[in-house]
Each structure stands twice: as C-alpha cells, then as structure tokens.
C-alpha cells in the first residue's frame, strides 16, 4: 500500500515536471496554470518554455478548429505578462491592414497576433512576409499607429 502511494505521489510530482525547448522548466507555477485555465478555458496547452530565468511561456491552441498556435507570457512567479493571440487569416481588422499595405504595399502574406497585457493595452503583431526569405514584424495598435518594426530579415 505505501509502495503505491509513493509511486503515485511520483507521478504526481512528475506530471508538474516539464522539459521545454528553450530552458528546464522545473514546475509550473501554480498563478500561472490557473491564469491560463481561466482566460482560454479551451487552450490546449502544448508546452511550458522558461525563456529566462525570470520569465516563461506557455504555448497553446486556443481554438481547436484553427490549431494555430497562441503564447502566453508570465513572471517566473506566475503574473501574467501578455498573450500573443494568434488570428485567423481575413480576421485581421482592416486599420492594420491599411497600415501594412502603406509600409508594405507588395506583401506577399501576413500573420496576425493580437497581443494583449494585463495594463488593458492591445496592439497587432505582424510578420510580413515579401518574398520566402524576407519578412519583417510589424507592432501596430489598433488606430493603425505603429508602435514598432521589431525585425526585418
């Protein structure tokens, strides 16, 4: 009987237990977990990432019909930081697209996160893809104001 219960109370431990591709996750903090059972209560979570040694990512489906992957940031002591919401393709509001196509005007395709924070600011992440090797990420808010070109390859 004790033999059991140790090796259930293994598993236990162990299922907290997660290796991601960035950094050794050695559990998940609690905050963290409920935040994101709470605010996307149909995530399917594929993974834990500690990015730093102060930060981590979950990534997750947010929508099973899309299978696009969203990313939700938190402190290493669970507070949410922000969620970088993937959109589906023609979901992304037509500001942003006016603000893309007069920096871009020969853009090949683009993909949208909407990234929101617990300050209640929201802006538009998108990559910009020129050509198959060019790409550019483009931080717009909702008014279509830039905010910042992040990368261009």
């Not at 299922?15 to 903090?29: F, K, M, N, R």
């Not at 020969?106 to 993909?111: E, F, G, L, M």
């Not at 931080?139 to 830039?146: E, I």
């Amino acid at each position: 009987m004790k033999r059991t219960i140790l090796i259930l109370l293994s598993l236990c431990v162990s299922t907290l237990t997660v290796v991601g591709q960035d950094g050794y996750l050695a559990s998940i903090p609690v905050k963290a977990g409920h935040h994101l059972s709470a605010q996307y209560p149909d995530a399917d979570v594929l993974d834990w990432v500690q990015l730093s040694p102060s930060c981590i990512k979950a990534i997750f489906i947010d929508d099973p019909k899309s299978r696009l992957e969203s990313e939700a940031f938190y402190s290493i002591q669970g507070e949410w930081l922000e969620s970088h919401l993937a959109l589906q393709p023609g979901e992304t509001p037509e500001s942003i697209l006016t603000t893309i196509r007069s920096i871009y005007p020969d853009y090949a395709s683009i993909t949208t996160k909407l990234v929101q924070s617990p300050a209640k600011i929201r802006r538009y992440e998108v990559t910009v893809r020129q050509s198959q090797t060019s790409y550019a990420v483009i931080s717009v808010y909702p008014n279509g104001q830039v905010a910042s070109d992040m990368a261009t390859r």
